[in-house]
Nanobody
Framework: QVQLVESGGGLVQAGGSLRLSCAASGRTFSSYAMGWFRQAPGKEREFVATINWSGRDTDYTGSVKGRFTISRDNAKNTVYLQMNSLKPEDTAKYFC????????????????WGQGTQVTVSS
């Protein structure tokens, strides 16, 4: 069982940066692949980024490549999403998720989810 708590969201102007954090409970955090997803009002949940257990393997959706970076610190049971050059279309609630089946780019691959943190980018 893994419990996830996101933080770091907020209101930022276009072009700005935010760093999201996701703190995980449990002693087996390092065995999980982790992912970030987002959901804007009226839209379906969307994959953003994923990272494997060691941090060496990452993947991103095309719209955030070169702007967002996913990383993890297994000693701190935390995964991060550094978001730079933010755009109004990045506005959404961001969720982190844990997978015990390796990296995945769809929500079906994840067993545990946090409650989310809101990111709002003004133009």
């Amino acid at each position: 069982q893994v419990q996830l708590v996101e933080s770091g969201g907020g209101l930022v102007q276009a072009g700005g940066s935010l760093r999201l954090s996701c703190a995980a409970s449990g002693r087996t955090f390092s065995s999980y692949a982790m992912g970030w997803f987002r959901q804007a009002p009226g839209k379906e949940r969307e994959f953003v980024a994923t990272i494997n257990w060691s941090g060496r393997d990452t993947d991103y959706t095309g719209s955030v490549k070169g702007r967002f970076t996913i990383s993890r610190d297994n000693a701190k049971n935390t995964v991060y999403l550094q978001m730079n050059s933010l755009k109004p279309e990045d506005t959404a609630k961001y969720f982190c998720a844990a997978s015990n089946h390796g990296v995945a780019t769809t929500g079906r691959g994840y067993s545990y989810w946090g409650q989310g943190t809101q990111v709002t980018v003004s133009s």
